[in-house]
T-cell receptor, first 114, second 112 residues
């Protein structure tokens, strides 16, 4: 199993550009989520999904969109990038969707918005 | 709501020193408790977990005991190595919620 994969690993954007961060898992996990990690801020939840076709907002959803058309994929879209979105983004998944389950994280996407 | 508080870092130690990283939690009911580790440039990975009071999780020489009476889950290791340098996250998760609660992370730096 590849586990949780994320692409790209690095990306540089100009303000106003849009892009999609890809996340995929091959473990048949129901729950998937997106976090951003900033110095001194820990992990902040952006969006999450408890199954195909079901998504909800986390702590910091503004400026980001998600969809979940398959169990395996959970892309994160930046509609109009801003310098405040410079961060490291992590996708995570878990089997059943309860918080008691172990979270499996991807390797991250490092995004710089100029 | 639920919360997790862990000691601020960085924690700086010499190789073979004893490590303790404190973690306390607030939650309704009895959550599962986790320690995740993030090595430089990587994502988080599970280090150990405990699912009920008095359980001890252990892995790679690290240990943590679920203490219900003090609502704590402190991480310990008897002799750290340079390769243990990483950021450590304490987390809790309840069955009635989709979303786990993470602490802010504690950076550990181990010098030779």
């Amino acid at each position: 199993n590849a586990g949780v994969t994320q692409t790209p690993k690095f990306q540089v954007l100009k303000t106003g550009q849009s892009m999609t961060l890809q996340c995929a898992q091959d473990m048949n996990h129901e729950y998937m989520s997106w976090y951003r990690q900033d110095p001194g801020m820990g992990l902040r939840l952006i969006h999450y999904s408890v199954g195909a076709g079901i998504t909800d907002q986390g702590e910091v959803p503004n400026g980001y969109n998600v969809s979940r058309s398959t169990t395996e994929d959970f892309p994160l879209r930046l509609l109009s990038a801003a310098p405040s979105q410079t961060s490291v983004y992590f996708c995570a998944s878990s089997y059943s969707g309860t918080a008691e389950e172990t979270q499996y994280f991807g390797p991250g996407t490092r995004l710089l918005v100029l | 709501g639920d919360s997790v508080t862990q000691m601020e870092g960085p924690v700086t130690l010499s190789e073979e020193a004893f490590l303790t990283i404190n973690c306390t939690y607030t939650a309704t009911g009895y959550p599962s408790l986790f320690w995740y580790v993030q090595y430089p440039g990587e994502g988080l990975q599970l280090l150990l977990k405990a699912t009920k009071a008095d359980d001890k999780g252990s892995n790679k020489g690290f240990e943590a005991t679920y203490r219900k009476e003090t609502t704590s889950f402190h991480l310990e290791k008897g002799s750290v190595q340079v390769s243990d340098s990483a950021v450590y996250f304490c987390a809790s998760g309840s069955g009635g919620s989709y979303i786990p609660t993470f602490g802010r992370g504690t950076s550990l730096i181990v010098h030779p």
